[in-house]
């Protein structure tokens, strides 16, 4: 069993609502160090529309006992897999949890259990801490009654802009959700090198259940099927 030093990655994006969103997840994590000290510390990736207040959100972190690797504002654009995309081209290649703004440790020993599930496992593997079997259709019926006649507009919008036919799995689609995931930072800088930074929401879907999807990556030992 290894005992590596685990980087927690958190993803802050400045739109309203969000600085409570930091200090819930500061006491989230200061709640992980509070019986036994564990061995990690912090990476925060600041982006936003909103005016960045660095000097706030560094005045925050030092409140805590937590260890803080860095602070780095990046741009606003990419969705929340493209910051985790530019992260990993920066930072030291270690085990990273990535997570984003809405991320909470919901008990006091949840940093502890995946710091153990991880040392359990190769250190070349992914580690979810939610996944889904979830698949696009790739078609849909323009109606099947009377009453969905009245969502007409919207299924023929979405047969025509989303067909997903070719590009993503029908079920059993297994996945981990591309939020709240440990692997090393360089082996997800190494998949966004052939993926590509995901500019639109059909990427980011394609990202994490799409045939070249970030699990399969790992499962294909760092082989993407179209590429």
Known sequence: MRDQLIRVLYLHREVEGST?????????LNMQILKDPLNFFLCVIVKGPSGLNINEITTKLKQSKIKIESITEMPDDGFDLGAYYRASK????????????????????ALQMLSDAWNNIPDDSILGTSGSFHCHLSKRPLFLNFRSLLFLPFSIYWNKSYSFEEDFPSLPNPHIRTTGFICNSSKLNQYFNKAGLPRTKRDCYGIELGKDNLTNFFNNKYILSSR
Not at 20 to 28: E, Y
């Open 20 to 28: 409570k969103r930091l200090s819930d997840f500061i006491k989230s």
């Open 90 to 109: 920066i930072i030291t290649p270690e085990p990273t949890l990535f997570l984003n703004s809405y991320s909470r440790f919901r008990n006091k020993n």
